[in-house]
């Protein structure tokens, strides 16, 4: 028997106003608010049935089925905001909106489930609109609901909108009478995000354990961020991958947009699965860098920046007095030489935290090769005025004595005072100390290290002819250089000719003779 429950409004508030709010979204919005009410009614199992039907420019008829339980009493349908069901962030729909949003700019509607009916009509001598109830109505399946609207873009072709949802596998969603394909997520990931739920009078927004899934795109597909299998907006990221939020997803009043900062956390949480994906120059993009930064992995942001800019890099240090150690790392170690003022925000931050400066790589690298040089430990004057030449106690020892211990020391005194006065007229201010050894070293005819060391090689004969010649001075003016530069690149020829000069000078006026001759 039917009965009117209401006369004068299909809602229970004005209309108005929520319907020019519903006017101004486009109509695939509208309509999936039917869909997602039929997903929460069956679950993960059933079937559902979509037909979109133009009838003019003008209007449309849309009906939705779905084989879930149905509804068991229809009569509050037409109150806003009301729901018999306990809200959850598993469930897509809000509030019952969704069919209600639709009947706003409805121009008559009809919904069956179970054994009831509600139509929504008007008064043929007034024009008022109705809202009849029939509980004894022809038995239906789960719900139908079907309307007819008025909207602009009832000529649109929906059939590529509801093609791309996502839905589970157990779900046979019909468009137009066309089952849309199921399609499997190429990787799955477990994921704490911001959910919402409305409970106790009031939305609560908690951050939940979920699980996210990667969808390959098809090739004219835009990367989106779905809620539960269903489209919401882009997301800004240039792998090739929808993803789909395996709970409710805070959206604005219209949900076509994802609410502020939650894509950021989103991409965060795909970041470790989709960065061996990336090339080194998508690796770059802002995006990645701001989440690695907020991520409390080490060992991934150390693989973003690896990844980004290489493993042999340094960050710029600027350069004070005669060090440059940009330079240095570039040229001694081969690093990369990242700025980082011409990084974006997140890669700013990696870079300060992670990277090490040029400063420390220039030196770590010249003490990784002073060791590398350096076979045997280096012995300072004092050391070698020790050696027993009648008893050496090992190779070191042993060199000296072949040479002539009185060689050994006298080279490296000379070395020593001509050094020292190269550097005072360096560096007259605050000259450093010159330390002058011998060791045996690998490859190398001497060393210059930053603490001032110069280390000669005994193993090689012309370093310690009597008197010196040419090729002894060139070893001393190059090892100097080093006090300016510690890298072989421009600076450090320029370091040289006025090294040169100085060690010239130095010879000049100290008037200073090595052996017999004087020094050439």
């Known amino acids: 028997m039917t009965q009117i429950l209401s006369r004068g409004e299909w809602l229970n508030v004005s ?12 109509i695939e919005h509208l309509v ?13 199992d059933g079937d559902i049935w979509l037909s979109v039907e ?11 089925q779905d084989s879930g339980p149905g509804a068991e009493d229809l009569r509050n349908l037409n109150v806003v905001f009301l729901t018999t069901k306990k809200d959850s962030v598993l469930q897509r729909g809000r509030m019952g909106r969704g069919f209600k949003e639709l009947l706003s700019i409805a121009e008559h509607a009809t919904v069956h489930s179970r054994y009831q009916s509600l139509s929504f009509t008007r008064d043929p001598a007034t024009n008022e609109q109705l809202v009849e109830f029939d509980g004894d109505a022809v038995g239906q399946i789960g719900f139908r609901a079907m309307l007819v609207i008025a909207h602009d873009d009832a000529q649109n072709d929906l059939g590529p909108y509801f093609s791309s949802f996502l839905l589970p596998a157990g779900v ?15 990787h799955s990931i477990s994921a704490r995000l911001t959910t919402e739920r409305f409970a106790n009078s009031r939305w609560e927004k908690p951050t939940l354990a979920t699980t996210v899934e990667l969808f390959a795109c098809e090739p004219d597909d835009t990367p989106t961020i779905f809620e539960m299998g269903i489209p919401v907006c882009p997301i800004d990221w240039p792998v090739r991958f929808h993803v789909n939020v395996l709970q409710r997803i805070p959206m604005n009043p219209n949900r076509d947009a994802v609410a502020s900062g939650y894509a950021e956390r989103l991409r ?7 960065l061996p994906l990336l090339t080194p120059d998508e690796t770059r993009e802002s995006w990645v860098g701001d989440a690695a930064a907020k991520t409390k992995d080490p060992e ?8 980004a800019f290489g493993t042999n890099i340094a960050r710029s240090t600027p350069s004070f007095g005669r060090f440059d150690h940009d330079q240095d790392a570039r040229e001694e170690a081969g690093a990369t030489i990242l700025d980082t003022k011409q990084l974006t ?5 990696l870079v300060a935290d992670i990277v090490p400066s040029s400063k420390t790589l220039a030196a770590e690298t010249r003490a990784f090769r002073e060791t590398e040089v350096v076979s045997l430990p280096a012995y300072s004057l004092a050391q070698l005025a020790a050696i027993d030449p009648k008893a050496p106690a090992n190779d070191i020892e042993k060199a000296v004595v072949r040479i002539g211990r009185d060689i050994v020391l006298e080279t490296l005194t000379f070395c020593e005072m001509i050094g020292q006065k190269v550097l005072n007229g360096l560096f007259p201010k605050d000259p450093p100390k010159l330390k002058v050894a011998a060791s045996i070293l690998r490859e190398a005819e001497a060393t210059y290290s930053a603490d001032h060391r110069m280390t000669f090689n005994l193993s090689i004969a012309k370093l310690w002819k009597r008197p010196a010649d040419s090729y002894f001075l060139l070893v001393l003016i190059h090892e100097l250089a080093h006090s300016q530069a510690m890298h072989h690149g421009d600076s450090f020829t320029r370091a040289l000719e006025r090294i040169a000069a100085e060690t010239a000078l130095s010879l000049y006026h100290a008037g200073v003779s090595h052996g017999k001759k004087a020094v050439t």
């Open 15 to 26: 209309t108005e106003g929520f319907a020019e709010q519903q006017r101004g979204r486009p």
């Open 32 to 44: 999936k608010e039917l869909v997602q009410n039929a997903l929460d009614a069956i679950g993960n």
């Open 54 to 64: 133009p009838i003019d420019d003008r209007h449309v008829r849309i009906t939705c």
């Open 172 to 186: 046979s969603f019909y468009y137009n009478g066309k089952r849309i394909a199921s399609r499997a997520p190429a």
């Open 268 to 274: 965060r949480a795909c970041l470790p699965t989709l």
């Open 300 to 307: 991934l942001q150390r693989k973003v920046v690896e990844q």
């Open 345 to 349: 925000g997140g890669f700013k931050r």
